[in-house]
């Protein structure tokens, strides 16, 4: 009998095993996504939450190429060439897009995207917040509270998938 449960525990590990390495292995779709900038072979897609970590662990003028996926917070309401998106807890990364070369639509807010380009830690000054501030649509009082440059973590894709 003991030799029967043991034989039943090892396959049930097995088992479990293949299922989660199967859900692990769950391949990127394109067809799920639209593409803007650079199409680019999705491959270790870091969450907001490892994305986060990745920004803490930089100093202005370092950088990284990465993949990370999260929801938009916002976009550039005028033409679509920036956008926030959320990483873990309150912070955000402010993406935009290499050489001006692409924009995304002005109403995905809220979609999931992957992003694939060069993160970096930044410096923000005072007249470039207000800009973004006026684009993102913000009221004259919001924009004159911007006073001081703030330290923001920068995203520079050459490539994003936004899903339909």
Not at 55 to 78: H, R, W
Not at 93 to 116: R, T
């Amino acid at each position: 009998m003991k030799k029967v449960n043991v034989i039943l525990i090892m396959l049930l590990l097995c088992v479990g095993t293949a299922v989660m390495a199967q859900k692990k292995a769950k391949s990127f779709d394109d067809k799920e996504y639209a593409s803007f900038g650079d199409k680019f072979k999705v491959s270790k897609i870091y969450t907001k939450e490892q994305m986060l970590k990745k920004y803490k662990t930089l100093k202005k003028g370092d950088t990284i190429t990465v993949q990370f996926q999260s929801n938009i917070k916002a976009v550039c309401k005028k033409k679509g060439c920036w956008m926030k998106m959320n990483l873990a807890g309150d912070d955000e990364s402010f993406v935009k897009f290499k050489d001006y070369g692409f924009f995304v639509p002005l109403n995905a807010d809220n979609s999931e995207a992957i992003v694939h380009g060069k993160a970096f830690v930044d410096v923000e000054s005072v007249e470039s917040l207000r800009h973004y501030a006026k684009d993102g649509g913000k009221s004259a009082a919001e924009i004159a509270k911007i006073t001081k440059p703030e330290v923001t973590y920068s995203f520079l894709a050459d490539g994003v998938y936004i899903k339909k």
